[in-house]
């Protein structure tokens, strides 16, 4: 059985890397974590131009249809470059709810805009408990006329400075559900926060009566938990494959370092401690990277196990992005601490990615659920 990537997908992540290496490079991400904006439009068209932008939308929305697999690949070189980019919020989240729950009309008018670079947009979800679970959405929307207003507070908003379109999940008399705004909705307000990494802006916003029409509902009435659920799946899929890139960055700069840094006469990599945690922590990445796209593979190829396989991967390359730049840091010594050094970029995208979408511990949970629900199902 052969498990390596085909020749397109391989051309797929060299081309991603080469664009990174000009486009992300250490320099262009201190340069762009400093900025107000934090991201920068001319990489943004480029990504468009190659179609990174639409890899997963369907031919007929004006991007690529390719797979989950591709999708990762792209990710993990994002991560492996820190690329500051509203990419994880549009492609991932905003259109994976959209493919999930759109109507045909909002699709034909939001995807292919998205592919072409010329719509940002982003997902507010999570409030002040910060919970992942479709049930604990409190933001309110209540009918009045023929929409809704809604009221209440979303935190940890992705790139939502940036986004041209905001999706919503809010709770209605039917359930959960899901509205598009556009960003300068009267009411809205927006306060960016601070966060653990500067490549990464996120805000809180806070919604006072913001008025929504019939037709910016998603999907239908009660059903933006499905939606969600949905979403979930490709966002943790997603975090697993950018934190697999962050790390794997991490690693190389710790191999490369212990090969040149010498003490008592011989580089640094000739102790023992130092090629065993660099061994360790290299079968931490080679088992992360099974894991991720084997996850990618079965979500893909809707196969039985995929929500498991999944939960299975973001709670592993969690556990193990910690251990591996943790560990980085350690190999490169007092200099690996220091602002001035580019290891901390990687290491605090990888940070930043570990809770969201599901922590280490909510996937096994939900992993430890799927697998009893599964053997309870088993024939006898």
């Known amino acids: 059985m052969d498990f390596d990537f085909s020749q397109e997908q391989q051309m797929l992540q060299q081309m991603t890397r080469e664009l990174l290496a000009t486009e992300s490079a250490a320099p262009q991400v201190r340069v762009l974590a400093d900025s107000e904006d934090g991201w920068d439009r001319n990489t943004w068209s480029k990504l468009a131009e190659l179609g990174l932008i639409g890899i997963s939308i369907p031919e007929e929305h004006g991007g690529q249809g ?10 993990e070189e994002m991560g492996r470059a820190a690329l500051p980019s509203p990419y994880f919020a549009t492609a991932v989240l905003a259109t994976t709810a959209l493919l999930a729950g759109g109507s045909e009309a909002l699709k034909q008018r939001c995807l292919p805009e998205i592919a072409a670079g010329r719509l940002t947009a982003t997902l507010a979800w999570i409030e002040e408990r910060l919970s992942w679970s479709p049930e604990d959405v409190r933001l309110s929307a209540r009918p009045e006329g023929d929409g809704w207003l809604l009221d209440g507070t979303k935190w940890v908003v992705p790139w939502a400075h940036a986004a041209g379109i905001i999706l919503v999940a809010a709770r209605t008399p ?69 934190m697999l890139g962050a ?53 893909s190829a809707t196969a039985a196990g995929a929500e498991l396989a999944t939960s299975v991967a973001k709670a592993f390359v969690s556990d193990a992005s910690r251990r591996v730049c943790s560990d980085a840091i350690q190999v490169h010594g007092g200099i690996g ?41 088993a024939p006898a």
């Open 247 to 299: 790390s794997r960055k991490c690693l190389e700069m710790a191999v490369e370092y212990a090969k040149t840094r010498e003490q008592f006469g011989q580089p640094i990599g000739m102790f023992q401690a130092i090629k065993h945690k660099c061994a360790d922590r290299l079968v931490d990445l080679e088992e992360s990277h099974s894991a991720t796209y084997y996850a990618a593979w079965a979500l």
């Open 337 to 377: 601490f220091t602002w001035d050094y580019d290891l901390h970029l990687y290491f605090k995208r990888a940070k930043h990615l570990e809770p969201l979408y599901g922590d280490a511990d909510f996937h096994r949970e939900r992993a430890l659920g799927l697998a009893l629900a599964e053997s309870s199902e």
């Open 66 to 75: 390719l797979g989950q697999i591709e999708q990762a690949l792209v990710l």
């Open 174 to 242: 039917e359930g959960v559900s899901l509205f598009v705004l556009e960003r300068d909705t009267p009411g809205l307000q927006m306060k960016p926060l601070s966060t653990f990494d500067p490549t990464n802006r996120v805000s809180r916003l806070d919604f006072d009566g913001v008025r929504v029409e019939r037709e910016h509902l998603v999907g239908r009435l009660g059903g933006g938990a499905q939606i969600l659920d949905e979403v979930l799946l490709q966002a943790a899929l997603g975090a697993s494959a950018e």
